[in-house]
């Protein structure tokens, strides 16, 4: 298996702009979870997923974030508008058996939004 | 605000020394992670202990959960340049089952 896959590895775009972050977590895991990680606030669960469905988004921190999972096999996180302080490493994990067992992470995307 | 957290924020020895990490935590947990992570990377797991577990062993990684002190540590015996990275232990609170992350232990190994 190839591993949680996510992309792009690098965004650098405007104040503004809208942003799409995708990934693709390992078959057969039921569990994915999306995180946010800065110098100032460690690594924060933004939202996660149970068989495609949001159970906790209690973590995404304004309306301009909205995450979606349409298939088992492919979720999206997106920015609208962005903004300087969303500059960050997210990444998306995925894991099965339960949220509190071993997670897979992705490489990370690495956002910059000037 | 943080579940667990991990103690010291840097560490530094020399290769062939023995790394130890503590991870404090305050409420009751199911399970205890810990995970490393590469410069640039995602995280990898490393391993996982139950409360009901006291100690777990995985090759040069020795983990050791105390419940009563709601700590776990992370033992890496005999070091390599290669362990350089950060650490980070998870804990789940007790009915919730999602996994908080530390800030991390920054580890430097040289050789």
């Known amino acids: 298996d190839a591993g949680v896959i996510q992309s792009p590895r690098h965004e650098v775009t405007e104040m503004g702009q809208e942003v799409t972050l995708r990934c693709k977590p390992i078959?057969?895991?039921?569990?994915l979870f999306w995180y946010r990680q800065t110098m100032m606030r460690g690594l924060e669960l933004l939202i996660y997923?149970?068989?495609?469905?949001?159970?906790?988004d209690s973590g995404m921190p304004e309306d301009r974030f909205s995450a979606k999972m349409p298939n088992a096999s492919f979720s999206t996180l997106k920015i609208q508008p962005s903004e300087p302080r969303d500059s960050a490493v997210y990444f998306c994990?995925?894991?099965?058996?339960?949220?509190?067992?071993?997670?897979?992470f992705g490489p990370g995307t690495r956002l910059t939004v000037t | 605000s943080q579940q667990g957290e991990e103690d010291p924020q840097a560490l530094s020895i020399q290769e062939g020394e023995n790394a130890t990490m503590n991870c404090s935590y305050k409420?009751?947990?199911?399970?205890l992670q810990w995970y490393r992570q590469n410069s640039g990377r995602g995280l990898v797991h490393l391993i996982l202990?139950?409360?009901?577990?006291r100690e777990k062993h995985s090759g040069r990684l020795r983990v050791t959960l105390d419940t009563s002190k709601k700590s776990s540590s992370l033992l890496i015996t005999a070091s390599r340049a290669a362990d350089t990275a950060s650490y980070f232990c998870?804990?789940?609170?007790?009915?919730?089952?999602?996994?908080?992350f530390g800030r991390g232990t920054s580890l430097i190994v040289h050789p």
């Open positions: 994990a995925s894991t099965t058996g339960g949220p509190s067992y071993e997670q897979y």
């Open positions: 078959s057969g895991h039921d569990y």
């Open positions: 997923f149970n068989n495609n469905v949001p159970i906790d």
């Open positions: 409420t009751s947990i199911n399970n």
């Open positions: 202990i139950r409360s009901n577990e």
């Open positions: 998870a804990t789940d609170k007790g009915g919730s089952y999602i996994p908080t």
